[in-house]
């Protein structure tokens, strides 16, 4: 499984975009790239998958780069309710053997 | 639909005893995961059963078990508690699209 690397901990005030980048040197040609979001004591919720170029949902957006060496989570106009660790994961779409790595924790400051 | 539905919440026990934890999954999901959160090591997997058999297991010794029945809920079992068991141990359940479905998770304290 491909290893990720993201920052520790962003801050953002509320209303602003929040991008968040993984780095995934090591992705292999059938992986996706997954990003999950968990709040404290609760299981983490997917937020979003891609494959390549640009994937967007009603509460994210995902760029990936030619390359797939990294990726970029968009939040549009953070709330405080958006503070929470988000996850980047690279692995076989459907897969449900996992790998978490740190995380990134967003604070969110109103 | 019902999400991922594990229990107990929470779970105190004494080192040495051993422990269940159940998880019911999503109706028609037969993909059931099952992970150990802690602050020190982070949400790590344990093993994954499909279809009542075990199909991926993670770094964890021996005294982690787990079994999957034919409606596709999913137990696993702690035995020889120790100190560092204690964590939230969540459930996953997949229809093999995207998305893993995760539950609120079992809080384990072992003292």
């Known amino acids: 499984l491909a290893k990720t690397t993201q920052p520790i901990s962003m801050d953002s005030y509320e209303g602003q975009e929040v991008n968040i980048t993984c780095s995934h040197n090591?992705?292999?040609?059938?992986?996706?790239i997954t990003w999950y979001q968990q709040f404290p004591s609760q299981g983490p919720r997917f937020i979003i998958q891609?494959?390549?170029t640009k994937v967007t949902n009603e509460v994210a957006s995902l760029f990936i780069p030619a390359d797939r060496k990294s990726s970029t989570l968009s939040l549009p106009r953070v709330s405080l309710s958006d503070t929470a660790v988000y996850y980047c994961?690279?692995?076989?779409?459907?897969?449900?053997?996992?790998?978490f790595g740190t995380g990134t924790r967003l604070t969110v400051i109103p | 639909k019902a999400g991922v539905t594990q229990t107990p919440r929470y779970l105190i026990k004494t080192r040495g005893q051993q422990v269940t934890l159940s998880c019911s999954p999503i109706?028609?999901?037969?993909?059931v995961s099952w992970y150990q959160q802690t602050p020190g090591q982070g949400l790590q997997f344990l093993f994954e059963?499909?279809?009542?058999?075990?199909?991926n297991k993670g770094n964890f010794p021996g005294r982690f078990s787990g079994r999957q029945f034919s409606n596709s809920r999913s137990e696993m079992n702690v035995s020889t508690l120790e100190l560092g068991d204690s964590a939230l141990y969540l459930c996953?359940?997949?229809?093999?699209?995207?998305?893993?479905?995760f539950g609120q998770g079992t809080r384990l304290t072992v003292v």
């Open positions: 109706s028609g999901h037969r993909s």
């Open positions: 090591n992705i292999a040609t059938n992986d996706y």
């Open positions: 059963y499909f279809s009542e058999t075990q199909r």
């Open positions: 891609g494959y390549k």
């Open positions: 996953a359940s997949s229809l093999g699209a995207a998305e893993a479905f």
């Open positions: 994961l690279v692995g076989e779409t459907g897969a449900n053997n996992l790998f």
